[in-house]
């Protein structure tokens, strides 16, 4: 299980971060226009991936809680 403090979590954010995609500067386009909007509902390990995947990415994340 990924909770906030687990070195598991820690482990995952860094694979993740090393295998981000480079994209073409027409993907980079399309996710800039991109919102997303987050419903978390006090979700904090979801919110932590979710930040995780797409924190490196022109998309704008809206999160609601």
């Known amino acids: 299980m990924l909770t906030t403090d ?29 919102t997303i909007l987050v419903p978390t509902r006090e979700r904090q390990d ?7 995947v797409w924190g490196g990415t022109p998309v704008r994340l809206v999160l609601v809680d």
């Open 6 to 34: 687990s070195l598991a979590l820690r482990e995952w954010h860094d694979r993740t971060r090393a295998r981000r995609l480079t994209l073409a500067s027409n993907q980079l386009e399309a996710l800039r226009r991109l």
């Open 46 to 52: 979801f919110l932590i991936r979710l930040v995780a």
